[in-house]
């Protein structure tokens, strides 16, 4: 890959998540839930953050969390499916929109409310298609199918569209994705545990911390090379 596509892979990369490596998905059953968890993965490091809207009340919640810690993270919302869902998003405060697959009208609301929209793919048909329609990034959903030695496959024809593994990675393998070029990899359930749902947020503190030390070694290591 030439240093100009290098950067320009970064680049956009650095606009969606201001460098952020890795983006927490925080997926609840209840709302009442989410300013715990947010605040423990903001304290602990961690400050690129999704909210699905398959979380009841999620955009209540995100309109007081942006309010109380602007400056500190960047919220998104994500499982965005149409217009509708992309402008109340926005409205509410979300920095980024993401989709489990494409759609014309959350790409048409993003590029008009000037918010950036991530939609998923899993094919090169599909990661292209993406990119053509204005794409910030490419999620690859789900990631967990073909593992880091997909991505790599991915990325040899396609260095210069940024892709953001989702969906049944372990904290075991975020390295190997971030190594395999991933711009950022986005980890929900193993990373939450059951924080989400009422569960320890010391335990879910001590995976961030965990995590975290993972990517900034990864980091290092790639700079290395």
Known sequence: MSR??????????E??????????IVRAGDARYLPGV?????ESGLRAIELPLTTPGAL???ETLADRHRGEAILGVGTVLDAHAAEESISAGAAFLVSPALSSEVMKVGQRRNV?????????TEIIACSEQGAAAVKLFPASLGGPAYLRALRAPLP??????????????????????????????????DAAAGGSLSALSDRV??????VRQAVAAGAER
């Open 116 to 124: 950036p929209v991530v939609p998923g793919a899993l094919t090169p």
């Open 15 to 24: 606009m969606l998540f201001h460098g952020e490596r890795i983006v927490a």
């Open 60 to 62: 209540d919640v995100l």
């Open 209 to 214: 911390s965990e995590l975290m030390d993972t």
């Open 4 to 13: 100009h596509t290098d950067e320009e892979h970064m680049g956009r990369h």
């Open 160 to 193: 210069h569209i940024p892709i953001v593994p989702t969906g049944g990675i372990g904290l075991d393998q975020v390295s190997a994705f971030l190594h395999e070029g991933a711009v950022a990899v986005g980890m929900g359930g193993p990373l939450i545990g």
């Open 38 to 42: 947010v605040a423990t993965l903001i």
